[in-house]
């Protein structure tokens, strides 16, 4: 990298921003070049935007019981009511809930287990792959061989395992209201192993370069070492997976609460909305069940697609 021009006063020109460093990245570069990026990333921010402000953009509180009319029931989309002479735009379900302000709101709910499951796996995938790769021997040996356990089972099987169990040691009357943590444990649970065995490959290599040699030899304790130096080495691949994990982590949950171990109807994420939604499905009340299920499908292919070209972006043997 050249140095800084000396200014006509011989002093050194300011180094630019970090903001303008990342501009003129080649990460940046490639983002701006890549029209599936630019079109995955809107429609993210867009959704997700929409999900946080869901008390602005909804039409109505659609899980509160008050404000509920039984008489705008099954109203198809777009249709005038006879009723109350109010229209929907995307209808409303038999109790008059309108479809529309409940998919903002089980979006809402969707993108908070799925992003807080992502940051617990991704942080306890991170701890323990650091101690495996730089600590070794019968440390490596064990974290590496609960990996490799879980891993040959499908995550949704260790997610209902251990929702099942938690469900099982908290009393009844405490359950609904546990359900989102024991959600977020669950799917968390479920998906730090590849977190570990990535960070753990990193970090084997990242502890024999000449500056974790340095900092051991000016006295520096192994925590400090994997804290300060090894991690903010190895976040390149953990961010590709955590950004791709979203997506899963979303349908996850969906699939949860599909199954009825997941959100309940007081509280309900877009899984929990298609449940309902494909009771009505062949009576012609289809809305109930499109409109969720097309948002769920959207979000995690928007953000499946972001992580996808992320992997691709930072893969250097791809550039």
Do not use: C
């Not at 009357?173 to 444990?185: D, H, V, Y």
């Amino acid at each position: 990298m050249q140095n800084p021009s000396p200014t006509p006063t011989g002093e050194a020109a300011p180094s630019p921003s970090r903001w303008a460093r990342f501009l003129d990245s080649d990460l940046f570069f490639a983002f701006k070049t890549s029209p599936v990026a630019i079109a995955s990333f809107i429609l993210s921010v867009v959704m997700i935007a929409a999900a946080l402000l869901a008390p602005l953009l909804a039409t109505q509180d659609p899980f509160n019981p008050a404000v509920l009319n039984l008489m705008e029931g099954l109203t198809p989309p777009g249709v005038t009511n006879e009723f109350t002479n109010k229209s929907f735009l995307f209808g409303t379900d038999p109790q008059g809930r309108d479809m529309y302000s409940a998919v903002l709101y089980g979006t809402r709910v969707s993108l908070l287990v799925g992003a807080a499951s992502v940051v617990f796996s991704a942080g306890l995938g991170v701890v323990l792959g650091l101690m495996a790769g730089y600590l070794g021997g019968k440390t490596e040996a064990l974290i590496m061989r609960i990996a490799d356990i879980q891993l040959s089972f499908p995550a949704i099987l260790i997610a209902l395992l251990v929702f099942g169990v938690a469900r099982g040691i908290i009393p009844p009357a405490q359950q609904e209201e546990a359900t989102l943590i024991l959600l977020i444990l669950a799917i968390g649970l479920s998906n730090w192993a590849q977190y570990a065995r990535t960070v753990r490959g990193s970090t084997l290599i990242e502890k024999n370069k000449e500056y974790v040699q340095a900092a051991r030899v000016i006295g520096r304790s192994p925590f400090l070492i994997m804290l300060k130096h090894i991690l903010p080495n190895v976040m390149g691949p953990v961010t590709v997976i955590a950004t791709i994990n979203l997506a899963l982590a979303i349908i996850e949950e969906a699939t949860l609460s599909f199954l009825g171990v997941g959100m309940p109807p007081t509280q309900p994420s877009l899984g929990t909305l298609i449940r309902i939604g494909q009771q009505f499905l062949f009576s012609g009340e289809w809305w109930i069940l499109f409109f969720p299920a097309i948002t769920l499908i959207i979000l995690a292919l928007a953000i499946n697609l972001l992580g996808d070209w992320l992997r691709d972006a930072l893969n250097p043997r791809l550039q």
